[in-house]
């Protein structure tokens, strides 16, 4: 099984940077990553994620200012974030899918780490 797992989130003032890692255990070779977040009382949102052939999609809020990557040989994910506003304050979600099959509740996801910007 796959599991996830986040860190490196944190307060920042508005116009700031942070970079999330996750680190991803078990046999993730035919997995797509990717970022999602939710704020309080909202929807989680897809924020960034791998396609199956490398590409990458971005949410609109955030395009131009974040960048999803990854280390295949460390399982890892991460994301730097840039110009960041209040509104990217959210609970930052590493998550897995099978390549093949769209995101759905019943992909992997991680708990989480906060990010907060003033």
């Known amino acids: 099984d796959v599991q996830l797992v986040e860190s490196g989130g944190g307060s920042v003032q508005a116009g700031g940077s942070l970079t999330l890692s996750c680190a991803a255990s078990g046999d993730t070779s035919s997995y797509c990553l990717g970022w999602f977040r939710q704020a309080p009382g909202k929807e989680r949102e897809r924020v960034a994620d791998?396609?199956?052939?490398?590409?990458?999609n971005y949410a609109a809020s955030v395009k131009g200012r974040f960048t999803i990557s990854q280390d295949v040989a460390k399982n890892g994910l991460y994301l730097q974030m840039n110009d960041l506003v209040p509104e990217d304050t959210a609970m930052y979600i590493c998550?897995?899918?099978?390549?093949?099959?769209?995101?759905?509740?019943?992909?992997?996801y991680g708990r989480g780490t906060q990010v907060t910007v003033s």
């Open positions: 998550a897995a899918r099978r390549c093949w099959d769209p995101w759905t509740r019943e992909s992997h």
């Open positions: 791998f396609e199956g052939d490398g590409t990458t």
